[in-house]
Nanobody, 119 residues
């Protein structure tokens, strides 16, 4: 299983970015897709997740600014980041929780994509 993320970049405070992630490989059941981030010197934290039952949840500090969406046909997850703040600067990692022919339900990580917000 591979997760390929794209879309990071440098933006001024108040600006917007869009992140995308495609999951490829053997997939039986895709239970959840989401995004985490890790800022320098800080622990990785959940930013947004979308479950296969349609529910989503968000880090409190991004509610109303970020939107997670999925395209199940494409095994893809997206994150729209609006009204960005300098404190949103971090490496953003996409995440998938799935099962396949080799393993039961487990998590998989993509490579990080850097989001930098200047003040």
């Amino acid at each position: 299983v591979q997760l390929q993320a794209s879309g990071g970049g440098l933006v001024h405070a108040g600006g917007s970015l869009s992140l995308s992630c495609v999951v490829s490989g053997s997939i039986f059941n895709l239970y959840a897709l989401g995004w985490y981030r890790q800022a320098p010197g800080k622990q990785r934290e959940m930013v947004a997740r979308a479950f296969n039952n349609g529910t989503t949840n968000y880090l409190d500090s991004v509610k109303g600014r970020f939107t997670v969406s999925t395209d199940n046909a494409k095994n893809s997850v997206y994150l729209q980041l609006n009204n960005l703040k300098p404190e949103d600067t971090a490496l953003y990692y996409c995440y998938a929780f799935l099962s396949n022919q080799y393993f039961g339900p487990r998590g998989y990580w993509g490579q990080g994509t850097l989001v930098t917000v200047s003040s």
